[in-house]
């Protein structure tokens, strides 16, 4: 006697809703993660109208921050949320440089700082072993191109 299957097919589909569903989890948890990973204290910066670190040198750099009331914090060693004594900064920065010493070095000011307070810092930079420091700056806002009549 011969087999006869009733009402059941094989199906030859992917069922693609669950994995539906896991992209769209996704992309909530990193909706909701990305904007807790900014780097750093929040400060106005200047506009100027520099050209862009390479990517070679913009990797990873030690950034010195200074906010508007002239408190000091870097992105190495301690929590870079917390301000840092002079002291501590100068340690850190020669820490991380000592490790590699092309590491690109950045100062990332508040345009309100006083010009003395971002010199201070670069000081420190300097004692620390940095040759080179760099500015964070917003770039400047694009005109919009003219039309000849």
């Known amino acids: 006697m011969a087999q ?5 097919r094989l199906m030859g589909e992917i069922n693609v809703v669950p994995y ?4 769209l989890v996704l992309l909530i948890i990193f909706m909701i993660t990305a904007p ?3 780097e750093g204290v929040k400060v106005q910066l200047p506009k100027a109208g520099s050209q862009p670190l390479s990517a070679r040198n913009a990797k990873d750099p030690v950034v010195l921050s200074v906010d508007r009331q002239g408190r000091l914090y870097i992105n190495v060693g301690g929590n870079p949320q917390l301000p840092a ?16 010493p092309q590491r690109a070095v950045l100062v990332k000011a508040d345009t309100a700082v006083a010009y003395g307070v971002v010199v201070q810092a670069m000081v420190i930079l300097q004692r620390a072993g940095a040759h080179k420091v760099g500015f964070v700056t917003n770039p400047l806002p694009q005109s919009p191109p003219r039309t000849g009549s």
């Open 85 to 100: 004594q002079p002291e501590l900064i100068e340690a850190r920065a020669a820490a991380a440089l000592s490790a590699d």
């Open 20 to 23: 539906i569903d896991v992209m």
């Open 4 to 8: 006869v299957s009733r009402g059941r």
């Open 36 to 38: 807790l990973l900014t």
